[in-house]
């Protein structure tokens, strides 16, 4: 029996099994890794997400301009006729403001309270204020195409304005054009008319003819006060008028005039004339 090393290509069979041997063993192991791992990927991707407590918008939200808007700024208001004199002193030329209810055809202190205080009237903090006073002018139409207008007024002090210019009235607030004509009428007018008479069916607005435009310019009743005035003119026919000239008998700030502190209209003078030699 030979003993001795082993032939060359025994030792070489050999070799090659061992180094095969390890590689398969690796690679059995291996998978079993794999497969752990693609299982736990799995898992985790078809979780639910947390909710992200600090997400934002795609779009910044806008500021809103609702509090970034100035708000007009609130109407002045007086206790008494007192009180808006001693603001008005400082604000006024004081020759302008002495005119008041001294010089004919001017009012006072107390006509302009009045306004203010039914809310006929509004005025600005400003040196000099301005006064702003929204106004209906009613064309009334004769049935020759004439036109009415106020030629003049009587005053409680006694004194005469020229007017010259067609039937019109501070309007009150949120009081519409066609409501502030009723009114005009009525007051102006009425007492042309019966007591038992109702003023609304006699008037008839024409339909089209309002228009609206905006004056500024110094006030004839305050001296020395600019005025802005926001003028809303309608056509209308006004059914039972006198067709020649007549006058009108109006109670103005009745309880003022009582006191006798007010200056207050008390006779209106009408007449027809025509369109072309109205006052613009």
Not at 100 to 111: A, I, L, R
Not at 137 to 156: A, F, K, P, W
Not at 168 to 192: N, T, W, Y
Not at 264 to 274: L, P, Q
Request: aromatic share 6%; glycine share 4%.
């Amino acid at each position: 029996m030979f003993i001795g090393p082993s032939p060359p290509h025994t030792h070489l069979l050999n070799n090659r099994r061992n180094n095969h041997s390890p590689r398969n063993a690796t690679v059995s192991s291996a998978l079993p890794d794999l497969l752990l791992a693609a299982i736990s990927l799995l898992l985790l991707s078809s979780s639910p997400k947390p909710p992200n407590r600090f997400s934002f918008p795609l779009t910044p939200r806008r500021r809103s301009t609702a509090m970034s808007r100035r708000s007009p700024p609130p109407p002045q208001r007086f206790a008494n006729p007192q009180s808006l004199s001693d603001w008005l002193q400082p604000r006024l030329p004081p020759d302008s403001f002495a005119a008041w209810g001294v010089k004919p055809g001017t009012k006072n202190v107390h006509n302009l309270w009045i306004e203010l205080s039914d809310g006929e009237t509004s005025i600005t903090d400003s040196t000099p204020p301005l006064r702003t006073v929204n106004v209906v002018t009613v064309r009334v139409m004769g049935r020759d195409g004439s036109i009415l207008v106020e030629g003049r007024q009587e005053l409680s002090d006694g004194s005469v304005r020229e007017r010259n210019r067609p039937l019109s009235e501070k309007m009150k607030p949120d009081e519409s054009p066609d409501q502030a004509v009723i009114r005009a009428v009525k007051e102006e007018l009425g007492s042309i008319f019966d007591a038992g008479d109702d003023v609304v069916e006699r008037v008839k607005i024409v339909p089209g003819s309002y228009s609206r435009r905006v004056e500024e310019k110094s006030s004839l009743s305050y001296p020395g006060l600019p005025a802005c005035y926001v003028l809303h003119s309608v056509d209308a026919i006004v059914e039972g008028l006198p067709e020649e000239d007549f006058c009108t008998d109006e109670n103005e700030y009745e309880e003022a005039r009582a006191e006798g502190k007010a200056v207050t209209v008390k006779r209106h003078h009408w007449k027809w004339v025509s369109p072309d030699s109205i006052r613009a």
